[in-house]
């Protein structure tokens, strides 16, 4: 068990007694039409259950899926995706419940950002096999694409079964935007767009104009070693033998001259 995993379980299986005075629920549970008035809800409603049934069937899946993914994201990151799946998950149940008539209803549950933690985990590891109701065997990249289509088939249908499918949706929906917003902050994504700027791009002619407003002298000593480096290898070999890396370091402390 990991940290943060256990604090949600914890967390959720309080409120589930502690939060017993109706007034108190309904302050916290999300209801579409009153979320202006009440915008903490799209946070509080995540750790709000129905009953016991429907608490351990969402923790349950947090304890399975949750440690590892924590493990691999990290206690932080870990939160934040799966806070940010829970709130996609309620953004679009109130665009859902804006076409139906149900802005009045209110809903609580973990089910969206613990829908979120079932895709991270498929996207790091869907040849992963679980057992479905502790008896089916499926990879989980199925057992995602199953309840994708289960809950786009419910939520279209309009299944009259009191579950927010569109939540559901949006728990996915929030986890891939967590991801790929993750993935673009990455260390090798942020040298990546760095290496396809235009200072790797830049002929010989805006190299040696740059490169003649670096001012050797105000210069931090290391740089200015990585200066010397440079100037000696363009002259003994030109401009052409610099390294993605070495044309950034010209375009960065040229331009800032």
């Known amino acids: 068990?990991?940290?943060?995993?256990?604090?949600?379980?914890?967390?959720?299986?309080?409120?589930?007694?502690?939060?017993?005075?109706?007034?108190?629920?309904?302050?916290?549970a999300l209801v579409p039409g009153s979320v202006a008035e009440k915008p903490w809800t799209l946070i509080t409603y995540q750790f709000l259950h129905s009953g016991t049934g429907h608490l351990f069937f969402n923790m349950i899946g947090l304890f399975f899926f949750g440690p590892r993914l924590e493990v691999h994201l990290g206690s932080r990151r870990f939160v934040t995706m799966y806070l940010t799946s829970g709130l996609v998950g309620a953004l679009l149940h109130i665009v859902y419940t804006n076409f139906t008539d149900s802005t009045g209803i209110p809903m609580v549950g973990a089910s969206g950002a613990v829908f979120g933690v079932f895709f991270a985990y498929a996207r790091f590891w869907p040849r992963d096999k679980i057992l479905v109701w502790f008896v089916i065997p499926m990879q989980v990249r199925f057992f995602v694409g199953a309840l994708t289509l289960l809950s786009l088939w419910s939520g279209l249908g309009g299944v009259q079964d009191n579950v927010a499918h569109f939540a559901h949706l949006g728990g996915f929906l929030g986890g891939w935007l967590y991801l790929r917003w993750a993935e673009w902050r990455s260390p090798a994504k942020q040298f990546q767009r760095k290496v396809q700027s235009p200072a790797v791009r830049m002929n010989e002619s805006d190299l040696t104009a740059i490169w003649s407003k670096i001012d050797s002298a105000t210069l931090h000593p290391v740089n200015r070693d990585e200066y010397e480096r440079i100037s000696d290898k363009v002259r003994s070999l030109g401009w052409s033998a610099l390294t993605d890396r070495e044309r950034i370091f010209v375009n960065r402390f040229g331009s800032s001259s």
């Open 1 to 28: 068990m990991t940290r943060i995993v256990g604090q949600l379980l914890l967390v959720n299986v309080l409120a589930l007694f502690v939060v017993q005075d109706n007034s108190l629920f309904y302050n916290l």
